[in-house]
């Protein structure tokens, strides 16, 4: 199925999280999926906003198409960073609180769903995934 907005390309990710969080998701997630392409991660591990920003920038590059960004923490550096960096992208989300949940939908349903749809099925996996057992 084709994006919204996206001219049929495929839905890329960029996890900026602190420390080594983004890289451990994708990892994790590798080794329950398998090997996957479109993922990358950025830390803020001793980065300024700045550095931050542009590592991000550096990162996704001047690709277009639909863009998910995910954030460990609302109201942190890189949540901050990347809220700036989605006026810059054309069908770019910001999702924050990143999850395994949030993104092992993502992988799976990237292909499948429309851009809006996704973005709706990754939101409710997230919230989903946390429970008290």
């Known amino acids: 199925m084709t994006a919204e907005g996206g001219g049929g390309s495929r839905v890329r990710a960029l996890l900026v999280t602190h420390a080594g969080l983004g890289e451990e998701l994708i990892r994790t997630a590798e080794s329950i999926l398998g090997p996957f392409d479109g993922v990358a991660f950025v830390t803020n591990a001793g980065a300024s906003l700045e550095s931050l920003s542009e590592a991000v920038k550096g990162r996704l590059g001047d690709e277009a198409g639909p863009l998910i960004l ?4 609302q109201g942190g550096s890189c949540s ?3 809220s700036g960096i989605r006026g810059l992208h054309p069908g770019c989300a910001v999702f924050s609180g990143v999850n395994l949940p949030m993104l092992l939908e993502f992988l799976c349903s990237r292909d499948r769903v429309a851009f809006s749809e996704l973005k709706e099925r990754i939101l409710e996996k997230g919230r989903s995934g946390i429970q008290c057992l």
Request: proline share 0%; glycine share 0%.
């Open 70 to 73: 995910f954030v460990d923490l």
């Open 80 to 82: 901050h960073v990347c």
